[in-house]
């Protein structure tokens, strides 16, 4: 048989493939020696760890799975990294609340640190002095309550267009999970940058493809010593031109804020109390009197986290709230009623009585939190939408029952709860005042499909396409 000389590309190729394997085969074995200390955990195979057995289904379903074989402290290697994953609310206040400042470091992830300028955001900065500094900050400058409360005026014209849209398409099918995105979107952006702005489409979507991309499970992220099979996956060079993208449009907006407040310091005052975020962040900048001066790098790098935080999270949330009850119509019929009741006569919802739905209020909380807040040890029929279970329950969100923490608990618990909250609440709140609703084609309420899509936030697989009919009171 006549030898075959391989050509020179698949020469290259093999060696390049050689060289990573035995680079990962090295750094396999040093992890192999320092896992012996680590919790149990499923068998592994050599490079890949226990990657394979998070193929077939989404990661937090095959992770609870997982746990219910090895335990609620279990260790597992996806690639070349680490992993414990805690899956009862005991262990979980040890490591978020008793250890906390221990556990309170992030992970890199390959895209979310290209887009925050090198993790200098909130979400991402490694826990100590600057990440304590931008906290701060947050919390006693951008997301406050009184901060948040100026936005009101935001919300409503947002969601009153949203009303208005869907009015004027009343019988027909629309896509209710894009129009609510939209919405939350426009108002992360109008808080951010002000009302003139209108950089919805350019870096909304932005904002979506990093979402994805940010997942912690694509190959960048789980072989972080392998440059070569980062440059292999694309993942750098996908990320780059978002991030080119992304960083024209927040720097040209930075210059024109700045232009715009030097105009305003030289006598022209501005109206503090409707600041937008980039203009606090300017001022503060201006101010000069922090430890670490705010860069423009920070300043785009925390807007970030608005954009990220601010919108895809709540209207996924109102996404899914309004998916389970159109499949629940008994529960669809007792929020609506309760709306109905509690805005009987002002012909539409404001945020001033949203504090007495108590029982719409509850429809946002079981998609988050999935393993604790699944758990049948702690919850009677967990799967099952029964709002019910939170009436006099002494379970909150807010971080202190662990078997409930939608927005984290501990040191780098959520700081946006109230910016939060009232984008998920008034939404729904009009949509179940202003109208009744039907599942397009005929479809059974127990038919809609319910598969939930893998990312940073589990949305709905398929968006969510409804009927509206416009209620007969405010006809
Ligand atoms: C329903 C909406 C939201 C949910 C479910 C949510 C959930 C979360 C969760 C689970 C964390 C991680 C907590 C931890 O590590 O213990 C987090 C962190 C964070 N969220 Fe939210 N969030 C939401 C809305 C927002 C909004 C509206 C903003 C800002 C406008 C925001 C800004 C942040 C920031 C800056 C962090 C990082 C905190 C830190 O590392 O110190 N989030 N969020």
């Not at 980062?230 to 750098?236: D, I, T, V």
Request: hydrophobic share 40%; proline share 5%; glycine share 6%.
């Amino acid at each position: 048989m006549e030898l075959q000389f391989p050509s020179l590309l698949t020469l290259l190729a093999s060696i390049l493939l050689l060289s990573i394997i035995l680079q990962l085969v090295k750094r396999s074995k040093t992890l192999e020696s320092s896992i012996q200390q680590l919790p149990p955990g499923p068998w592994r195979l050599p490079l890949v760890g226990n990657l394979h057995q998070l193929v077939g289904s989404l990661p937090h379903r095959i992770l609870r799975d997982l746990a219910n074989q090895h335990g609620p402290l279990m260790h597992l290697q996806l690639g070349e990294t680490s992993n414990v994953v805690v899956s009862s609310p005991e262990i979980a206040k040890e490591i978020l609340i008793t250890h906390g400042t221990i556990f309170a470091q992030r992970p890199l992830l390959v895209a979310v640190d290209t887009m925050t300028y090198g993790s200098r955001d909130i979400v991402m900065a490694p826990y100590g002095h600057y990440w304590r500094q931008v906290r701060k900050i947050c919390t006693i400058e951008l997301l406050t309550a009184k901060r948040v409360k100026s936005f009101e005026s935001i919300r409503q014209d947002e969601f009153s267009n949203l009303v208005k849209f869907i009015s004027s398409n009343e019988g027909s099918p629309i896509n209710l999970s894009d129009k609510i995105f939209g919405s939350t979107y426009g108002i992360a952006s109008r808080a951010a940058f002000g009302s003139k702005y209108n950089v919805n489409d350019s870096y909304s979507s932005v904002v979506e493809e990093i979402v994805k991309l940010a997942s912690g499970f694509s190959i960048a992220d789980l072989y972080p010593s392998s440059k070569v099979l980062r440059l292999m996956s694309g993942m750098s060079k996908k990320v780059e031109t978002l991030f080119k993208k992304s960083d024209a449009v927040l720097q040209g907006i930075i210059d024109e804020h700045r232009e715009r407040l030097g105009r305003s310091n030289a006598g022209d005052e501005g109206e503090e109390a409707n600041e937008d975020l980039i203009t606090v962040l300017l001022k503060i900048q201006q101010l000069g009197d922090l430890e670490l001066p705010l860069s423009d790098n920070d300043i785009k790098g925390i807007i970030w986290d608005v954009f990220s935080g601010g919108s895809e999270t709540s209207s996924t949330i109102v996404d899914w709230a309004m998916s389970e009850m159109m499949r629940n119509p008994r529960v669809l019929k007792k929020a609506q009623t309760e709306v109905r009741n509690v805005y009987n006569g002002k012909g539409d919802v404001d945020e001033a009585s949203v504090q007495e739905l108590n029982y719409l209020e509850l429809t946002r909380v079981i998609i988050n939190a999935w393993a604790m807040a699944t758990d049948p040890k702690y919850w009677t029929e967990p799967k099952a939408f029964y709002p019910e279970r939170f009436l006099n329950c002494s379970s909150d969100f807010k971080g202190t029952n662990m078997e409930f923490i939608p927005f984290g608990a501990g040191r780098r618990m959520c700081p946006g709860i109230l910016f939060a909250l009232p984008n998920i609440e008034l939404p729904l709140a009009k949509l179940l005042y202003h109208f009744d609703w039907k599942l397009p084609n005929g479809m059974e309420h127990e038919s809609l499909d319910m598969t939930e899509a893998f990312g940073v936030t589990v949305r709905r697989k398929n968006d969510l396409i409804l009927i509206p009919t416009i209620h007969k009171s405010f006809m």
